[in-house]
């Protein structure tokens, strides 16, 4: 417990300070992700707390014209579903805020264009259904077929984008020859070549500018502690975690189907809202669900 009390207190400390700027916040949040995925079970107290956090963040998110921090507290709440999605619910509810948080995340979700924060969507939804729906409040149950139309949407976009991903592999592979052929005649530098060092020249620059018109520009501010970068959300794709071999597919099919066996008249009642793209959409994601598990039994 100490070393989890150590990152609550980074976490709390970048967010609250005014001096972070929203890259540092992002990756400090993500922090509360590492927790969620790496003690399943063992930190349901902490719950209140990386919600107290989280949701003032959101508040304060609510008018940036930029979604990327909002895109990271959703992967953190998707998070909070999937570690237990009671507990997270109950989060929300007694802060009055189930309604704006889902209206708020729906609107955000065709802004995200990175993995984990599909990922947590997909898994943080699919949680959702394991509740039965005679304990969920009325504010989430209106939302159900819009949540469940969402999360099958951004489940499709992510094996799609897979199957994009190895076949250029496998494009690679098949060329491989061909670029090491091209790449003999790369050697290096000539003798007689200058060589240069981008990260100096861009050092010198910045300092040249700084000096000549007494304005600090984005590289010489970035040098000097600042970050101009705020929008840019490099390590996304960085993150790891034991989730990391949670297939988002197989939990969305998985779940749904427990759920309609659990509560049949409310799910069929449920699926009548729900449009004949979807529908498809969604027995399409079962059948791959049911691929990927034969797969998996007979590697």
């Not at 898994?123 to 939302?143: W, Y």
């Not at 530098?189 to 304005?215: C, I, P, Q, R």
């Not at 297939?247 to 309609?260: K, M, N, S, T, W």
């Not at 059948?287 to 598990?293: F, G, I, V």
Request: aromatic fraction near 8%.
């Amino acid at each position: 417990t100490k070393y989890v009390d150590m990152i609550l207190s980074i976490v709390d400390k970048t967010v609250s300070d005014d001096r972070s700027n929203e890259s540092e916040c992002r990756k400090a949040l993500s922090l509360y992700m590492t927790i969620l995925h790496e003690c399943t079970g063992m930190v349901d107290s902490l719950l209140p707390i990386i919600n107290n956090i989280t949701l003032a963040k959101l508040n304060q998110q609510t008018g940036n014209a930029s979604p990327l921090t909002r895109i990271q507290i959703f992967s953190v709440i998707g998070s909070c579903f999937y570690y237990n999605p009671q507990l997270q619910l109950l989060e929300l509810e007694k802060r009055n805020v189930t309604t704006q948080v889902f209206q708020q995340w729906m609107n955000d979700i065709e802004l995200m264009d990175r993995w984990i924060p599909k990922k947590m969507t997909v898994l943080g939804i699919s949680a959702i259904f394991k509740l039965p729906t005679n304990i969920m409040p009325e504010s989430l149950t209106v939302l159900l077929p819009k949540l469940l139309s969402v999360a099958a949407t951004v489940c499709q976009q992510m094996q799609e984008e897979a199957a994009k991903e190895e076949e250029v592999v496998g494009n690679g592979v098949a060329n491989e020859d061909h670029w090491e052929d091209e790449d003999e005649g790369d050697g290096g530098f000539d003798e007689n070549e200058d060589v240069t060092n981008e990260a100096e020249l861009a050092y010198a620059e910045a300092l040249s500018k700084m000096n000549a018109t007494g304005e600090i520009s984005d590289v010489a501010q970035y040098l000097m502690g600042g970050d101009p970068w705020d929008d840019f959300d490099e390590d996304d794709d960085a993150f790891q975690s034991s989730w990391d071999n949670v297939d988002e597919c197989v939990v969305f099919g998985d779940l749904l189907r427990v759920a309609f066996q659990r509560e049949p008249e409310a799910y069929q009642q449920m699926q009548s809202a729900l449009s004949s793209e979807t529908l498809t959409l969604c027995q399409k994601l079962f059948a791959n669900a049911d691929k990927l598990k034969l797969e998996r039994s007979q590697s």
